[in-house]
């Protein structure tokens, strides 16, 4: 059994910073990409920013220059660090991985139970 567990949501006033951090534990053998994804109210899930196990990034035009994904492969975890926050960028977000289960080999997508965030004054 694989998961994610997703901290660092809540509240935070326009122009505010906050930090996401998403562990994945369990049987695995290899995290190939890991990403934040995130939902508002009455939108479709949409990608925020993507690292690969080699660090590359990719991130939505909304966010460029203000957010950052890095991640930590020794210890499974991925970060988002959230700067200049924005009414818009309200929703919740979803972490996500494609791994390699240890054992069975198999190729899976994994996500988190997502963390709200919240920004308004």
């Known amino acids: 059994q694989v998961q994610l567990v997703e901290s660092g949501g809540g509240l935070v006033q326009p122009g505010g910073s906050l930090r996401l951090s998403c562990a994945a534990s369990g049987s695995i053998f290899s995290i190939n990409v890991m990403g934040w994804y995130r939902q508002a109210p009455g939108k479709e899930r949409e990608l925020v920013a993507a690292?690969?196990?080699?660090?590359?990034?990719a991130y939505a035009q909304s966010v460029k220059g203000r957010f950052t994904i890095s991640r930590d492969n020794a210890k499974n975890t991925v970060y988002l660090q959230m700067a200049s926050l924005k009414p818009e960028d309200t929703a919740v977000y979803y972490c996500?991985?494609?791994?390699?289960?240890?054992?069975?080999?198999?190729?899976?997508?994994?996500w988190g139970q997502g963390t709200l965030v919240t920004v308004s004054s």
């Open positions: 996500n991985a494609h791994m390699v289960e240890r054992g069975s080999n198999r190729n899976l997508e994994v």
């Open positions: 690292v690969t196990k080699g660090s590359s990034t």
